[in-house]
């Protein structure tokens, strides 16, 4: 029996959209699980990235009771050893394999994640369509799929609070209320915990913070550097030159990518340490005087927050002297989202993401330390050729990289350049 319009309940249509949003995000899910779940299945038993091998260096460490910072594998604050501890407990107690038990982890944060992302995604716009935007950008994405199963890294953790902070501070815009500046500190503080690099978004913090009130300032201080502190504290005393070098004194020092491995092709001599404390200091710099600009003027619209955020980060592995190819999962969800909602960047983003994971599959696929799947799978002989060459020959990852490289330098200034735009566009203070 048909109903008629007139007899809908007023409240019906309106209880209609959080139960087609519910569906969306479980579809999301099932197809970004189905999609990493069976690249672990397909994927030949011996492929292991240096990584993997990394995460049972550490576990055995623990298991023997010896420091593993003493490993020097380990360059952030305790939440991954605290992690890695409790899964080789879990693959101790009920006999399963370590390296199964580190991905089914991994890919628990990579899900958790597209959570945040729909979270953000729907928090800015409800009405946008984001459905096809993440099933393609994200869960279909071989690229992330790569990152979480094979190389088995965990960024996808630290780009949880990241999400959260980021809709803390979209929340703060709109309503003003100290406990969401609060709560952004809080997350922000919890992705410093989990991997370093997101304490470079705390001038993101500046806009509205006149208006808090001293104890709130303090408290969120507090907040924001407070776990890393409080879980180093124990570590610093008991292993102080561990500590000191391998968390406090770490700096990227790869020059296979970005700006750095231009310089490594042209062969312009530079010192790659000088460039590391240079580009160090620049950045400190760079930020103190973000928040100063911050403070004056904020910014029009709240996905300006995220492509703020996208610039920092892709600054980070771009012009820096670090790069792994893991830093990717900092900027692919912030910028889906930078695609949603600044059309004229959309041909420059979509370039990055082809160019992008065409490198990566070639890499993922002949490269020793990444695992090569390509290597467990054929016997081509230009796979082995190429695996042979980027091992040995000391240009052969930098132009490998080069077409990544190039595409992610123009998506940083096309980025900058809307991002200057949108800031001149803003309220002053």
């Given at each position: 029996?048909?109903?008629?319009?007139?007899?809908?309940?007023?409240?019906?249509?309106?209880a209609?959209?959080?139960d087609r949003?519910?569906?969306?995000?479980?579809?999301?899910?099932?197809?970004?699980?189905?999609?990493?779940l069976?690249?672990?299945?397909l994927?030949?038993?011996?492929?292991?990235?240096?990584?993997?091998k990394?995460?049972?260096?550490?576990?055995?460490?623990?298991?023997?009771?010896?420091?593993?910072?003493?490993?020097?594998?380990?360059?952030?604050?305790p939440?991954?050893?605290?992690?890695l501890?409790g899964l080789?407990?879990?693959s101790d107690?009920?006999?399963?394999?370590?390296?199964?038990?580190?991905?089914?982890?991994?890919?628990?944060?990579?899900?958790?994640?597209l959570?945040?992302?729909?979270?953000?995604?729907?928090?800015?716009?409800?009405?946008?369509?984001?459905?096809?935007?993440?099933l393609?950008?994200y869960c279909?994405?071989?690229l992330?799929?790569?990152?979480?199963?094979?190389h088995a890294?965990?960024?996808?953790?630290?780009?949880?609070?990241?999400?959260?902070?980021?809709?803390?501070?979209v929340?703060?815009?709109?309503?003003?209320?100290q406990?969401?500046?609060?709560?952004?500190c809080l997350?922000?503080?919890m992705?410093?915990?989990?991997?370093?690099?997101?304490?470079?978004?705390?001038?993101?913090?500046a806009?509205?913070?006149?208006?808090?009130s001293?104890?709130a300032?303090?408290?969120?201080?507090g907040?924001?550097?407070g776990?890393?502190?409080l879980?180093l504290?124990?570590?610093?005393?008991?292993?102080?030159s561990?500590?000191?070098q391998?968390?406090?004194?770490?700096?990227?020092?790869?020059?296979?990518?970005?700006?750095?491995s231009l310089l490594?092709?042209?062969?312009v001599?530079?010192?790659?340490?000088?460039?590391?404390?240079?580009?160090?200091?620049?950045?400190?710099?760079?930020?103190a005087?973000?928040?100063?600009?911050?403070?004056?003027?904020?910014?029009?619209?709240?996905?300006?927050?995220v492509?703020?955020?996208s610039?920092?980060?892709?600054?980070?592995?771009?012009?820096?002297?670090?790069y792994?190819?893991q830093?990717?999962?900092?900027?692919?969800p912030?910028?889906?989202i930078?695609?949603?909602?600044?059309?004229i960047?959309?041909h420059?983003?979509?370039?990055?993401?082809?160019?992008?994971?065409?490198?990566?599959?070639?890499?993922y696929?002949?490269?020793g330390?990444?695992?090569?799947?390509?290597?467990?799978?054929?016997?081509?002989?230009?796979?082995?050729?190429?695996n042979y060459?980027?091992?040995?020959?000391?240009?052969?990852?930098?132009?490998?990289?080069?077409?990544?490289?190039?595409?992610a330098?123009?998506?940083l200034?096309a980025?900058?350049?809307?991002?200057?735009?949108?800031?001149?566009l803003?309220?002053?203070?």
């Amino acid at each position: 029996m048909s109903t008629s319009p007139a007899t809908i309940a007023p409240g019906s249509l309106d209880a209609a959209k959080p139960d087609r949003a519910g569906r969306h995000l479980l579809l999301l899910l099932l197809a970004a699980a189905a999609t990493r779940l069976a690249w672990l299945w397909l994927m030949p038993r011996q492929i292991v990235s240096v990584d993997l091998k990394d995460w049972l260096i550490v576990a055995g460490q623990l298991y023997v009771g010896r420091n593993p910072y003493d490993t020097g594998v380990l360059n952030w604050p305790p939440f991954w050893l605290e992690s890695l501890y409790g899964l080789m407990r879990l693959s101790d107690r009920f006999h399963l394999s370590f390296y199964l038990c580190v991905r089914c982890f991994l890919i628990l944060g990579d899900l958790g994640l597209l959570v945040a992302v729909y979270g953000l995604l729907r928090l800015l716009d409800r009405q946008a369509p984001y459905f096809q935007l993440l099933l393609w950008g994200y869960c279909l994405n071989p690229l992330l799929t790569l990152l979480t199963v094979q190389h088995a890294n965990f960024d996808a953790y630290a780009m949880i609070w990241v999400v959260l902070f980021l809709c803390m501070l979209v929340r703060f815009r709109r309503g003003g209320q100290q406990v969401d500046w609060i709560l952004a500190c809080l997350f922000l503080g919890m992705g410093i915990f989990t991997k370093t690099f997101p304490l470079l978004l705390w001038p993101m913090l500046a806009p509205g913070s006149a208006r808090i009130s001293r104890p709130a300032r303090l408290l969120g201080g507090g907040l924001l550097l407070g776990p890393t502190a409080l879980s180093l504290a124990p570590l610093y005393i008991l292993a102080r030159s561990e500590i000191s070098q391998y968390v406090l004194g770490y700096r990227g020092m790869g020059d296979t990518f970005g700006l750095v491995s231009l310089l490594r092709l042209a062969a312009v001599p530079y010192d790659v340490a000088m460039y590391a404390r240079v580009f160090s200091l620049s950045l400190l710099g760079g930020t103190a005087a973000l928040a100063l600009l911050l403070r004056r003027r904020d910014f029009k619209h709240d996905a300006d927050l995220v492509l703020l955020s996208s610039v920092l980060l892709l600054c980070v592995f771009t012009l820096g002297t670090g790069y792994g190819s893991q830093y990717w999962f900092w900027v692919v969800p912030l910028l889906l989202i930078c695609y949603r909602h600044y059309p004229i960047l959309r041909h420059v983003l979509w370039a990055c993401m082809v160019v992008t994971i065409a490198s990566n599959l070639v890499e993922y696929g002949v490269e020793g330390w990444l695992g090569g799947f390509l290597v467990g799978w054929t016997h081509w002989p230009w796979v082995s050729s190429l695996n042979y060459e980027l091992q040995f020959s000391h240009i052969a990852v930098p132009a490998l990289h080069l077409p990544m490289t190039l595409v992610a330098c123009l998506t940083l200034f096309a980025l900058a350049n809307v991002l200057v735009r949108q800031y001149r566009l803003g309220a002053r203070r």
